[in-house]
């Protein structure tokens, strides 16, 4: 569909999905922390992989390297994404993307004409579709999270072994035959390898695989099954859980599936699905058992997508929030809905994927990431881990940017955390017109003074306003100066002389003023339209306001202003769709250059991934618990003083 500058038609719309979508410049420019930082309206970019017809939406700044890593797509890499192994080269099929400086030393003029580029250099503002060539090298080191370079070292092997058979002079037992042929191991047997080690052995005429995770001698197989070594990584979030299939001895990415939480009946957010728990201690058993199908289901999905036997998925490995881990493991999260907030334990004993409910092999290992605290859980150590915050030189920022914020700057010296909550606002479940981010969302809106641009996610017609969509608008009205900095909408009479093709949008529900996005219904029908009310921009202010003063009190107890941070991470289901520009302009992250802000993915899901991948970087995501300082917002005699003053928008 087209735009228009109409400003009561209806056709002000583009199909997030749909060919061609027409969307503003990217983003850019490193401007100064002085001047203004933004330089272009909001977008995002459709792209579009070959030959797996795997279609993404990405803000500006991503690579098309790592928008394909986050979605389980293999490039070729051996220098996760740095640009010096010149490995990752894709071909542009349809869209423009300019040559970078590297491109022309890898390719051919020729072949930069037939649409060659390194995908690690690619950085598109408009949607491309892209063909990724299958994999040449076999990978000793796998690019995962934010472009981070993980040497394979999983806990789960397997080790191919020809024994000798017994005899009346070798009367070693099954277990010490293959405990003597692994001998660069300390390991012990789990009951079940006990269980078929003997008619294992002897069907398979001494020559078997030894399945190993970790220490533990978990199966032995019949003949050679080394080249079947799977992992599932789980990121289980209050609303989506995502699955990524990896193939463990080479750190590749087969299959990736998601879908909405099937506990979203007893709530869309923890405090509401705690108090259910509260209200009926039935209901764990009914969240547990949910979760578990939730989390079953998917491996189902991405094996059957892979063509792989479950029984070869040997280790599983979840990150969520501490209430979600707790429901999926059968615990009662009551203790941390309630004041002083205390968790059953930061750190998890020795789980089953079959205790969190996933049908895998009957003794794979689940991973489960260990929490901070009630409010910053193992998805945000997940997260910390991917994003790399302890390993650094750099001072940067992370923000988990959803009902409750996580929050920590630092670097590979010091880290300070917080959590702030920022309410519903981002869920869109607080707004009069809000809706999740599925089909019929408004999740890109850009506005002139003369016209207003919406992208909707599906080939929708628009039915609400998601939370990417209620950030772009209210930043564009602040841009425009039709929201002035307290967050007021201006009167229609003025207007008319900022914006003169928006003012019509302007306008009052009841006693309530209103901006329209979208008409809907009969003409001037505002209760019918979708639109952005007063209140729904003082939801976003008080959002913005917790988010800006964690992060400022954050700043302070380091010592430490605004220009001292080098790289902003936006992280989360939510924040990685956030426009950093945007983002900037409302006060949600601190006044910098655009380009220090950049959208890091799916962290949680990719810190899984390592954990997978890496028995050191599993090791690393529990020195993270150690390395993270707390710092408590409740307990700062200023901080409603300073939320008050952060309820403004910047200058
Ligand atoms: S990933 Fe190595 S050059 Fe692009």
């Not at 042929?181 to 300390?186: G, K, Y």
């Not at 910053?376 to 302890?390: F, S």
């Not at 690393?620 to 408590?632: D, F, I, K, N, P």
Request: with cysteine; charged share 20%.
């Amino acid at each position: 569909m087209t735009q228009t500058s109409d400003a009561t038609a209806a056709s002000d719309v583009t199909a997030a999905s749909g060919a061609g979508v027409a969307s503003d410049a990217a983003v850019g420019g490193d401007a100064t922390a002085a001047g203004d930082p933004v330089t272009a309206g909001p977008a995002r970019v459709d792209l579009f992989f070959e030959p797996n017809g795997t279609r993404v939406r990405v803000p500006p700044g991503v690579t098309l390297f790592d928008a394909a890593s986050w979605n389980g797509i293999a490039i070729d890499s051996t220098c996760g994404g740095h640009g010096t192994c010149k490995k990752c080269k894709v071909r542009i099929v349809d869209g423009v993307v300019p040559v970078s400086p590297l491109d022309s030393r890898a390719f051919s003029p020729g072949e930069l004409r037939d649409g060659w580029r390194l995908a690690c250099r690619v950085v598109t503002a408009t949607d491309v579709r892209v063909h990724v060539p299958p994999l040449v090298t076999r990978p000793k080191a796998a690019t995962v999270g934010v472009g981070r370079q993980v040497i394979l070292r999983p806990a789960a092997q397997k080790r191919y072994l020809e024994l000798d058979e017994p005899s009346l002079a070798d009367q070693a037992t099954d277990l010490e035959r293959v405990l003597a042929a692994v001998d660069d191991l300390e390991l012990r047997a789990d009951l079940h390898a006990l269980r078929v080690i003997g008619r294992v052995l002897r069907a398979a005429d001494y020559k078997v695989t030894a399945v190993i995770v970790d220490d533990v001698l978990i199966d032995v197989q019949q003949g050679d099954t080394t080249g079947r070594v799977y992992g599932i990584a789980f990121d289980l979030g209050t609303t989506t859980v995502v699955a990524t299939l990896l193939d463990l001895s080479t750190g590749t990415p087969m299959a990736v599936a998601s879908m909405l939480s099937k506990q979203q009946p007893f709530g869309a957010d923890v405090i509401t699905r705690i108090s259910a728990v509260m209200m009926d201690p039935e209901t764990l058993g009914r969240l547990t058992g949910l979760a578990h199908e939730s989390l079953n289901e998917l491996a189902g999905e991405v094996c059957q997508q892979a063509g792989v036997d479950p029984a070869d998925v040997l280790e599983v490995a979840m990150a969520g929030n501490a209430t979600m881990t707790h429901l999926a493991l059968g615990i009662d999260p009551e203790p941390l809905g309630v004041a002083p907030f205390i968790m059953s334990t930061r750190l998890w004993p020795e789980v089953l994927a079959a205790d969190i409910g996933v049908s895998v092999h009957p003794r794979a290992r689940a991973v489960v990431f260990p929490s901070f605290g009630a409010y910053v859980g193992g998805d945000i150590t997940a997260g910390l881990l991917a994003a790399g915050m302890d390993r650094d030189a750099r001072t940067r920022l992370f923000v988990d940017v959803g009902t409750n914020c996580e929050i920590v700057l630092g670097n590979r010296d010091w880290l300070l955390g917080t959590a702030a909550p920022a309410g519903p606002a981002f869920e869109g479940a607080a707004i009069r017109c809000g809706m999740r981010a599925a089909d019929g969302a408004i999740e890109v809106v850009t506005m002139t003074p003369d016209r207003l641009e919406l992208k909707v996610i599906g080939d929708a017609p628009p039915a609400g306003l998601c939370g990417s969509g209620l950030v772009d608008a209210v930043a564009e009205l602040v841009r425009l100066g039709l929201l002035d900095r307290s967050g007021r909408l201006i009167p229609e009479e003025d207007a008319l002389g900022v914006a003169p093709g928006l003012a019509p949008r302007l306008t009052q529900l009841g006693k309530e003023r209103v901006f329209v996005l979208h008409w809907l219904g009969e003409p001037g029908d505002v209760a019918q339209s979708i639109y952005l009310s007063q209140r729904d921009v003082r939801e976003l202010q008080f959002a913005k306001a917790a988010i800006a003063t964690g992060w400022d009190i954050l700043l302070e107890e380091a010592g430490l202003q605004p220009r001292d941070i080098q790289q902003v991470l936006l992280a989360g289901s939510f924040g990685s769709y956030l426009s950093p520009a945007n983002a900037i302009r409302l006060g949600l992250v601190p006044r910098l250059p655009v380009l220090r802000v950049v959208s890091a993915g799916n962290v949680a899901g990719e810190g899984a991934k390592m954990a997978l991948l890496s028995m050191r970087e599993r090791a690393g995501a529990l020195a993270l618990l150690e390395e993270v300082r707390y710092v408590e917002l409740s307990d700062r005699a200023d901080f409603n003083d300073r939320f008050v003053e952060q309820l403004q928008f910047p200058a």
